[in-house]
């Protein structure tokens, strides 16, 4: 069964750091093959793109209002991918989806996970 697990959502006062990771499972294809995502939604907002890391390169990509305070990176040893967060703000509250997308063979595969919440008070 493929998984997408996130963790490390919560509750941080303005101003403070959290660390976001996906672990991957199940997937048929090597992890390593696949673009990595995190994505965002906050109450009544659309799902934004937040962060993109490649399969292959260090291409990332970020959203404009998070870039220089967000980084992604990605183990692909362990399987998981990281979204570090520092510096946040009460309009980065939103639930944090991770997101997979590639495969091999001729085959593309997009996997979602459920997502975790951050909450930044105002």
């Known amino acids: 069964e493929v998984q997408l697990v996130e963790s490390g959502g919560g509750l941080v006062q303005p101003g403070g750091s959290l660390r976001l990771s996906c672990a991957a499972s199940?997937?048929?294809?090597?992890?390593?093959?696949?673009?990595m995502m995190w994505h965002r939604q906050a109450p009544g907002k659309e799902r934004e793109l937040v962060a993109r890391?490649?399969?292959?390169?260090?291409?990332?990509y970020y959203h404009y209002s998070v870039k220089g305070r967000f980084t992604i990176s990605r183990d692909n040893n362990k399987q998981v991918v990281y979204l570090q967060m520092n510096d946040l703000k009460p309009e980065d509250t939103a639930v944090y989806f991770c997101?997979?997308?590639?495969?091999?063979?001729?085959?593309?595969?997009?996997?979602w996970g459920q997502g975790t919440q951050v909450t930044v008070p105002s």
């Open positions: 997101e997979a997308f590639g495969g091999g063979l001729g085959t593309m595969l997009n996997y």
């Open positions: 199940g997937f048929p294809f090597s992890f390593s093959r696949f673009d």
């Open positions: 890391i490649p399969s292959v390169s260090n291409m990332t």
